[in-house]
T-cell receptor, first 111, second 112 residues
Framework: QKEVEQDPGPLSVPEGAIVSLNCTYSNSAFQYFMWYRQYSRKGPELLMYTYSSGNKEDGRFTAQVDKSSKYISLFIRDSQPSDSATYLCAMRSSNDYKLSFGAGTTVTVRA | DTAVSQTPKYLVTQMGNDKSIKCEQNLGHDTMYWYKQDSKKFLKIMFSYNNKELIINETVPNRFSPKSPDKAHLNLHINSLELGDSAVYFC???????????FGPGTRLTVT
C-alpha cells in the first residue's frame, strides 16, 4: 500500500463547477500538507501549504485537512478552463524533510 | 526571471551513454533536490543537498551521482544509461530544509 493514495481520475467538469480533489494517507506522523498544480509538460507549482488540521482559503482554492481521518481535500470554486491540470498532493512529517507525493489527479474544465 | 531552471529541457540518448542535467536557482535558497517523475506522474525524491551537503540519498542506483558546486547549482550525472531511466527529472529548491519547495520545468530524458 502506498503511503499517499490519490485517485488519478481523470476528472472532467463544466466551467463554473466546483472541483473536489482528495488524498488519503497512512502515516499518522504527517503534519504538513501541500497541493501542487502541474500543467502539461511543466514543473509542479505550489498552490496551498497547510499545517495540521483545519481549513485554508486562498481565492478560489480551499484546502482542508482532517488528521483524524487521514484525509485531505482541495476544492476549486468557479472552475475555469485554465484550471485544467494535474493536481498533486504532498505531505511530510515534522522530523522528515522528504515529501511524499500522491500520484496526481488530472482535471479538465470544459468551456 | 526563471526561479529554478534546468538544462537541457529534452534529452534523447542511447543505452550505455553518460549524460548530465544541470539545475540552477536564483532564489537564494539553501536546499536543492532532484526528483524523478515516471510515466504515471508519480514524483519520487532522489537526492537533496543543503548548503552543498548531501542530506537525502534515496535508494537510487549508484549510476546516478549528484554534484553541487555551490548553493545555487545542483547537477545530476547519470552513467551507463538504461531504458528504465527514461522519465522526467525535476530539480527543486527551498529556502531551508522543511520549507516550501519550488520546482524547475523538468528535463524529459528518453533512453533508446
Amino acid at each position: 500500500q502506498k503511503e499517499v493514495e490519490q485517485d488519478p481520475g481523470p476528472l472532467s467538469v463544466p466551467e463554473g463547477a466546483i472541483v473536489s480533489l482528495n488524498c488519503t494517507y497512512s502515516n499518522s506522523a504527517f503534519q504538513y500538507f501541500m497541493w501542487y498544480r502541474q500543467y502539461s509538460r511543466k514543473g509542479p507549482e505550489l498552490l496551498m501549504y497547510t499545517y495540521s488540521s483545519g481549513n485554508k482559503e486562498d481565492g478560489r482554492f480551499t484546502a482542508q485537512v482532517d488528521k483524524s481521518s487521514k484525509y485531505i481535500s482541495l476544492f476549486i470554486r468557479d472552475s475555469q478552463p485554465s484550471d485544467s491540470a494535474t493536481y498533486l498532493c504532498a505531505m511530510r512529517s515534522s522530523n522528515d524533510y522528504k515529501l511524499s507525493f500522491g500520484a496526481g489527479t488530472t482535471v479538465t474544465v470544459r468551456a | 526571471d526563471t526561479a529554478v531552471s534546468q538544462t537541457p529541457k529534452y534529452l534523447v540518448t542511447q543505452m550505455g551513454n553518460d549524460k548530465s542535467i544541470k539545475c540552477e536557482q536564483n532564489l537564494g535558497h539553501d536546499t536543492m533536490y532532484w526528483y524523478k517523475q515516471d510515466s504515471k506522474k508519480f514524483l519520487k525524491i532522489m537526492f537533496s543537498y543543503n548548503n552543498k551537503e548531501l542530506i537525502i540519498n534515496e535508494t537510487v542506483p549508484n549510476r546516478f551521482s549528484p554534484k553541487s558546486p555551490d548553493k545555487a547549482h545542483l547537477n545530476l550525472h547519470i552513467n551507463s544509461l538504461e531504458l528504465g531511466d527514461s522519465a522526467v527529472y525535476f530539480c527543486a529548491s527551498s529556502q531551508a530544509l522543511a520549507t516550501e519547495q519550488y520546482f524547475g520545468p523538468g528535463t524529459r530524458l528518453t533512453v533508446t
